[in-house]
């Protein structure tokens, strides 16, 4: 199974990194093969509309997508936003679990702006976030996550919903693939 992590902001300082580096370290511990996606890898190339290669090629093989993003104003951020729109059919009929990593509520409101972006891109929001409240707070003095272990009764859950929704929507596309 592959499912990469979209990383979704490239501003300086960001404290979330932490934690996308920890949901892919955690892919990658279960046997998921997923790569990890940062905007900055893109940006400056006019993203919009172009489909870009790397990136259209691992949503391609990809059975699903995991978004981890902090909260800008009370939405996601732009450069997110540049990278969802890059491309289309490669999503298709794929699940995407979203992670919040921001302030007081954990990127909530991010969380449920996204549902609504993914769903015209006709990805499957599985109903399981995961919320990391006041980032600020959770990385040690290297910037990686502390106490990594405390967050992963959160992960199971998670993980379990997204895998079900991968094995079960690849079947699906394989079986009765859309507009062909």
Do not use: C
Not at 22 to 42: C, D, T, V, W
Request: aromatic residues 12%; proline residues 7%; charged residues 30%.
């Amino acid at each position: 199974m592959k499912i990469p992590v979209l990383y979704g902001t490239f501003r300086e300082g960001r404290k979330s990194e932490a934690v996308a580096k920890f949901i892919h370290a955690e892919l990658l511990k279960r046997g998921i093969e997923s790569e990890f996606i940062a905007p900055e890898n893109y940006h400056g190339k006019q993203l919009e509309q172009k489909h870009p290669e790397p990136w259209k090629t691992v949503m391609a093989e990809a059975d699903g997508l995991v978004i981890v993003s902090p909260e800008y104003n009370h939405g996601y951020p732009g450069a997110l936003k540049e990278m969802l729109d890059s491309l289309y059919e490669e999503y298709n009929f794929k699940p995407v679990g979203i992670v919040g990593a921001a302030g007081f509520v954990g990127g909530s409101r991010m969380v449920e702006q996204l549902r609504q972006v993914v769903v015209e891109l006709k990805m499957v929001p599985i109903r399981e976030a995961l919320y990391f409240p006041m980032v600020w707070e959770l990385n040690d003095e290297k910037g990686e996550l502390k106490e990594p272990e405390k967050y992963l009764p959160r992960l199971e859950p998670f993980f379990k919903e997204l895998f079900w929704y991968a094995e079960t929507l690849k079947e699906g596309r394989e079986k009765h693939p859309w507009g062909k």
